[in-house]
């Protein structure tokens, strides 16, 4: 049985998990949500608590933004038929700062390690997720300006690039406009 992976981007509020959980829901079977997020302050707190109360009941929640070959450790993710994973761009922002790294003055090299190390996991990711149908989140963050500070910067490309591995491994990609998705692949 074959099984097909979905990308989904788009900026902040676009719509992309909106129209994420709705793919999924179409979907038979049972579904795991793997939750990125940590609450570290009450904004994050907020939008955690929002997307719960989002999304069905039934679905089971992992809570994991790192070391992805364990997922098939987890009775949530044997279980499951369908994955959504919400989202690449707070997985890599944790992994970023779990790196205990002086981002703002980080030589280039030290940012192209760490960096390697999360495409890495996110390769894993990928290989696990290609046992389910699953649907990726994550936010485009290259249509603005460029950041003013070595940290905005790297997190940009080093998101940027997860963003085009992820997509090039993904049958189908969207892009979420207020919205409104636009398939693209």
Known sequence: MEHTLTFITGG?????????????????????????????????????????????????????????????????????????????????????????????????????KVEKKIQADVKDLLEVLRTKDSVIVSNEVGLGIVPANNFACYYRDILGRINQQVAREADEVYFTVSGLPLKIK
């Not at 069905?56 to 450790?73: A, G, H, R, V």
């Not at 044997?78 to 890599?92: G, H, I, S, Y």
């Open 12 to 112: 902040a509020r676009s719509g992309k998990s909106n129209f994420a959980e709705e793919l999924v829901r179409q979907k038979p079977g049972k579904t795991v949500y793997i939750a990125t997020a940590i609450p570290f302050d009450e904004n994050m707190k907020d939008r955690i608590k929002k997307h719960r109360e989002h999304r069905p009941s039934s679905w089971k929640t992992i809570e994991k933004y790192k070391n992805f070959k364990d997922l098939p450790n987890d009775p949530a993710f044997r279980e499951a038929d369908n994955v959504l994973f919400d989202c690449m761009t707070v997985m890599t922002t944790n992994q970023m700062v779990d790196r205990d790294k002086d981002w703002y003055d980080l030589p280039v090299e030290e940012a192209n």
